[in-house]
């Protein structure tokens, strides 16, 4: 069988699967993705549940698709028959590497990231709130492209850094259409999701970035109509200390793995991160139309002049 290496979030990787958008490697892999036939655990997985926890490994299961058993050193994949071989590889990519990079003692937060002067900017929140539209906005004015979908976080001596992730942006149609650019011509991020992989290869962050603040995303505020509501603005304003850190650990992608000493560890992390970054809540009004207003009021706040 043909292998393939690359490096990713410092990590050398050793793959059955191609994966183009990864940077190659001539290191010695520290993780090998490979082909399995997956057992389930013995205990009786639950209907619509695709995850299990053993003290051995981790499982994902993704029905129709693929199984995942993950553990610190190797990722094994079960492919079902007849899945799409594009379709798994996101599920590796995503899933599967954010959870061996739990097993790795990363901090990794649901969000994408941006640079700019050298520092990081972190963007977290639920699916949908526009993470990586406002990602992407950023980015096209001049922003450099750290990561979409996953914010990974090391500990690097007294200060926090964001780990460059894989060089694809996830959009919507809709976003697409916002940046000036067709749906048509880029492909599916998977053949059941309308939402589109765009591959960066310019302003690529690619050593770790200190990260300087993070941004948690709210659209509470929504537009029914296509006039704005009465006092509904896009605002940033500090998290009072007390709510830092379970937003955080709201945020955090692997929060339903935490468990005896890891919850300790991971709560501990999240603490350190919430006293030595700046923690904002970042209330948007949730329309496209009014999107460009947003990332003129994040320009101004991060103190970049890309604008001007």
Known sequence: MQYYFYSIYNLSIKSFFPFPEL?????????????????PPRQ????GERLQVTPESIYLYYQDYCSLRIKKKEIAVDIDENADEEDIKQYI???????????????VLHGSSIGSEDHAFAFLGHSGIGKSTITAM??????????????????????????????????????????????????KVHSKIEKRKKSINKKLV?????????????????????????????????????A????????????????????RVHFLQCADLAKQVPVLHLQRVSSLELLPELIHLIDEDIGASVLA
């Not at 940077?23 to 057992?39: C, E, F, G, L, N």
Request: glycine fraction near 4%.
């Open 23 to 39: 940077s190659k490697s001539s290191t010695p892999p520290d993780v090998v993705i490979k082909k399995a036939m997956i057992r």
């Open 44 to 47: 009786a997985l639950k209907q």
């Open 93 to 107: 990519l995503g899933p599967a590497l954010a959870v061996l990079l739990h097993l790795h003692g990363y901090l």
């Open 138 to 187: 950023m980015y096209s004015l001049g922003y450099q492209f750290i990561s979409d979908d996953y914010v990974v976080l090391k500990k690097n001596k007294d200060r926090w850094v964001v780990m460059p992730g894989v060089p694809v942006s996830k959009l919507w149609p809709e976003a697409l259409d916002l940046l000036g650019e067709k749906a048509v011509n880029y492909s």
């Open 206 to 242: 690619k050593k770790p970035m200190p990260l300087k603040k993070v941004y948690i995303l709210d659209d509470s505020v929504n537009l029914s109509a296509v006039c704005r509501p009465a006092g509904a603005r896009n605002t940033i304003t500090p998290f009072i200390s007390q």
């Open 244 to 263: 830092k850190v379970p937003q955080l650990v709201k945020h955090t992608f692997v929060a339903n793995l935490l468990y005896n000493k890891t919850m």
